[in-house]
């Protein structure tokens, strides 16, 4: 027993020292990784959840157990505000910034430096909106409902429109709430129609922050139905929650974020090590399969459950409309639907 | 041997002579700068970002362009103008109830023969301690209009009515209910200091109880009254938790919430929520300074020269309503919310059919708390959270003690402007606070950004005027007399305040050091804006699971914070009880 166990010790130990050559090409040269584990930490600023974010770690800690990741998680904007101050005060701490909001992250090209993972050719175009900056995380929006509540779920994002759930049935997330509602909010309009708006503000929608907490009241029941990032729903429906989420055929609007390293990184090697490993085939797949992410991989390693790639397309905005439009339409998004800024 | 005491005398009295001359200006000036880095420094980075559309730190005070254009825009927006409204009128009525509620109490405490009347006035103070985004997600638990648990009881029971706390009825409840002990710790006192014979007159003039408690009762003590319905309207405008948990659903901002959107919104705005945090703080200047007007008037109306005992009045059988009225509030506001968070804590998801569902024991479990403390930044929040309790007690602690004597006990010139700049902080709210820090301390060197130091002076700045009022009422307790025979023995002054002021002080200095604690760990404003990955709060865990939408790990890390405070304060009350009979014996 004793000796099986000092054994599996043994196995466990050569496991983690010695990669296949295959995976070790993946995630970047031996000395990258050897350079990275000397470092031996590296702090990750995001604008994600804290505890999706903590499973991220925890997968790649799996992998490279040497490396540990301090994280420093707070809301979009705020987050920008830090970068910014803590930079100009030469006292940036940041190796790695994760953002959903590429226009935002665009005006901070300068702090960041030139980074390309070694499957970069397996990207999106569309999806890059600077060389320094890759969508290590990729999220797409699903329609949402109580399973409990909602007898004739919706299958179209056209259904969000119909009289049958009025009175704060459909919850919302307002419009100017960043870069992943605003994306929505586009493909709303330019996708469903210029009226798409009106018609489903007619149906007094329920109006929240942020998706979290719309998720929330969704499998609470305080609504019955959302549009929702898959992500934010999904896990609550793995652990059972009584709520299901399907993919609407007229597009899936995804939201690539920009992630990069920064200039000023203390722990250069380390850096790229983690964002190879999440943009790494291995790294999108934990994403798909544990956090319910899109990929922006050309091809998806995998689907999420319910996803026909034959009927269901992706929509990515076009960037310099993301930025052009933004403004004006967000004006008008809250006006209709009474939203007050 | 006369002759000796008499020339060691003037001697000590010569010595002291020298450094006072000096020592005094010395003092003043030291506590002056003090207060300008904690206070004004920062104030002026506030001002300076509502005044002007750029950063001080990434742009620098060379783009400074002062121009009143961006405040005005602010001030004529209408959302701001709706934001200002709500915040008046929910705290307006919220101050309303808290009088009404705080009122009754302190007379049932105070002036009446209700049973358990120490037991009351302890629990009746517990909201104090609630964190208010715990309170905001509590009720929003029971009193949601689709599902919350109220309208599922009320269901049950096949009553119709329905309650809807998403609602300004709801936030005014919340608010009166848990900021009523602000007006009971005032009018409580005042009851007490009373002199009972002029409503012996009315009564001996023919008025029943009942005329004499309106007539004669409530007028006397007004001024105390005033004061504690200005603090608890100054402490409600200021307060996020509640109108964000209640409020954001019914779509009702307030000036708080307002601000808290603008800078998490993408693209952030900033200098536009500095410009609503100016207004918010003019708002609350001038209601800190009709408190103090009022203060002045009190210590004339109600404090009389001779000894007496407050009247108890014999309530006969009605002080089992009294009693019963004592019990329902202590449900309400302790009771009730803590089942509801208990509830949301165990239960795996919050959606609740019916009745009978909230009996289903296979929905309950420790899933929430296993993934709580899973989560490594748990343990370390809590840490850290303890950590900066404790430095932001001692130093505040020090701090208000230094001011409180300075400013009571003596007649420095510069003792009024020290006054001043304590009070100032009262007026600014908590989540500008922290982009006002971050903008004035960052730049500066030694490192201090990053570290658990600068939460603390955070913290040590925020809450300097409650630690000096809540020290200043003990220095006021201790007669003159003693330091002056101190000082004819010829003590020096340091010596005396080590000897007398500081022992006889200590129930005082605990007292408001233990505020401080508590404060620290609910403070969430400004640690948003100061933490990093290492020093990381519980209050900013706590809105992370707020914000992700977790209601279950809401719950269950605000009945651990909720238990760690309690425990605090049980050893902390245990410790002043300890210091209290300590100095009873010095004295």
Redesign the interface.
């Known amino acids: 027993m004793k000796r099986r166990s000092v054994l599996a010790g043994l196995a466990g130990a050569a496991a983690s020292w010695t990669l296949p050559a295959a995976a070790q090409d993946e995630f970047g040269s031996k000395d990258l990784v050897a350079a990275a584990e000397k470092e031996g930490s590296l702090t990750y600023y995001t604008a994600n959840f804290a505890e999706v974010e903590q499973e991220v770690i925890k997968a790649f800690n799996k992998r490279f157990p040497k490396i540990k990741v301090a994280m420093v998680r707070a809301p979009g904007g705020q987050i920008i505000q830090r970068i910014k101050t803590e930079a100009a005060a030469g006292k940036l701490a940041a190796d790695v910034v994760n953002h959903s909001d590429r226009g935002l992250m665009k005006d901070l090209e300068d702090l960041f430096q030139d980074y390309t993972p070694p499957n970069a050719a397996d990207y999106r175009p569309d999806a890059l909106v600077s060389p320094k900056f890759w969508p290590g995380v990729t999220l797409g929006w699903a329609l949402a409902y109580n399973t409990e509540l909602v007898k004739n779920p919706p299958k179209t994002w056209m259904d969000l429109t119909k009289e049958e759930y009025k009175g704060k049935k459909i919850g919302q997330v307002v419009g100017p709430s960043g870069g992943t509602t605003w994306t929505r909010v586009m493909f709303e309009r330019q996708v469903l129609g210029e009226d798409y708006w009106k018609k489903q503000a007619a149906l007094q929608v329920a109006l929240y922050p942020s998706g979290a907490p719309l998720s929330d009241a969704l499998v609470r029941g305080e609504v019955s139905i959302a549009p929702l990032l898959y992500n934010i729903i999904y896990t609550k429906i793995v652990e059972g929650a009584p709520a299901e989420a399907i993919f609407a055929p007229e597009g899936v609007p995804i939201i690539p974020y920009a992630d990069g390293i920064t200039k000023t990184s203390k722990s250069p090697n380390a850096a790229k090590l983690f964002m190879n490993w999440r943009l790494s085939k291995e790294g999108q797949t934990f994403a798909i399969k544990s956090l319910g992410n899109i990929t922006s991989l050309k091809e998806p390693p995998l689907f999420p459950k319910g996803w026909d790639p034959k009927i269901i397309k992706v929509w990515v905005p076009k960037f310099d409309e993301f930025e052009k439009l933004r403004d004006g339409w967000l004006e008008e998004w809250n006006k209709t639907y009474g939203y007050r800024q | 041997m006369t002759a000796t005491s008499t020339a060691a005398l003037a001697e000590a009295t010569d010595s002291a002579a020298v450094p006072r001359r000096w020592g005094a200006p010395l003092w003043v000036g030291a506590l002056l700068i003090v207060l300008t880095f904690l206070v004004i420094y920062p104030l002026l980075m506030l001002l300076f970002g509502a005044l002007s559309d750029s ?1 001080p ?2 742009d620098g005070f060379g783009k400074f362009r002062p121009s009143l254009d961006h405040f005005l825009k602010v001030l004529a927006n209408e ?1 701001v103008h ?1 934001a200002f409204f709500n915040a008046l009128a929910a705290c307006g009525g919220g101050t309303i109830l808290a009088v009404a509620i705080g009122l009754a109490f302190s007379w049932i405490v105070v002036r009446t023969n209700t049973p358990a009347k120490r037991f009351i006035a302890g629990a009746s103070l517990i909201p104090l301690f609630v964190p208010p985004l715990v309170a905001g997600v509590a009720w929003s638990i029971l009193g ?1 209009p ?2 919350g648990l109220l309208n599922t009881v009320f269901k049950w029971i096949g009553i119709d009515f329905r309650v809807d706390f998403y609602s300004m009825a709801g936030l005014i409840l919340v608010f009166g209910i848990y900021y009523a002990p602000y007006v009971y710790m005032f009018t409580s006192s005042a009851l007490q200091n009373m002199d009972p014979s002029l409503e012996e007159a009315s009564e001996v003039a023919g008025a029943s109880a009942f005329t004499t408690l309106f007539t004669v009762t409530f007028p006397l003590i007004a001024p105390a009254i005033l004061a504690g319905s200005l603090l608890s309207f100054v402490v409600m405008l200021g307060i996020y938790g509640v109108p964000a948990a209640l409020g ?2 019914a ?1 009702i ?1 307030v000036l708080t919430t307002y601000i808290f ?1 603008l ?6 705005l ?1 200098n536009t929520a500095a410009a609503v945090a100016i207004l918010l703080m003019m708002v609350t200047a001038i209601l800190v300074w009709a408190q103090q007007r009022v203060l002045i008037g009190k210590s004339f109306a109600t404090v009389a020269g001779k000894a007496f005992r407050p009247r108890s009045l014999n309530l006969g059988p009605w002080r089992w309503f009294t009693f019963g009225l004592a019990l329902t509030y202590l449900f309400v506001v302790v009771v009730l919310p803590t089942l509801a968070l208990t509830i949301a804590a165990f239960r ?4 609740i ?1 019916d009745f009978d569902a909230l009996f289903d024991a296979k929905a309950y479990g420790w899933f929430h708390f296993a993934q709580v403390f899973d ?3 748990t343990m370390l929040s809590i840490w850290n959270t303890l950590k900066v309790g404790v430095i932001t007690a001692l130093l505040g602690g020090a701090l208000a003690f230094a001011i409180g004597y300075t400013v009571t006990r003596t007649h420095v010139p510069g003792r009024k402007a020290i006054d001043l700049l304590s009070t100032i902080p009262v007026a600014i709210p908590g989540l500008v606070v922290g ?1 006002a820090y ?2 004035a301390w ?2 500066l060197p030694g490192g201090l ?2 570290t658990i130091w600068i939460l603390a002076l955070a913290f040590v700045a925020r809450f300097i005027p409650d630690t000096v009022k809540a020290l200043s009422t003990s220095f006021m307790q201790i007669h003159k007399e003693l330091e002056e025979a101190a000082w004819i023995s010829g003590r020096g002054l340091l010596s005396t305040i080590a000897t007398i002021v500081l022992p006889l002080a200590r129930p005082g200095v605990v007292a408001s050091m233990t505020l401080l604690f508590v404060l620290s760990i609910r403070e969430l404003g400004s640690s ?2 100061l ?4 020093t ?1 709060v519980m209050a900013v ?1 706590l809105l ?1 699971y ?6 279950g790990k809401t719950a269950a890390f605000s009945l651990v914070q909720t238990a760690i405070l309690a425990v605090l304060l049980g050893l902390t009350n245990w410790l002043s009880r300890g210091a209290a009979q300590s100095s009873a014996r010095v004295g």
């Open positions: 950063n730190v990434v959302n709706l949601s689709k599902t954001a659903p779509n901002n959107q800078t998490a919104w993408s693209p952030p900033y795996k998801f919050l959606f059919k989560n490594p930044l982009v971050l903008w960052i730049g950004y990053g948003l804006f933490y990093t990955s290492d990381t865990l992370d707020y914000e992700g939408g977790n209601i």
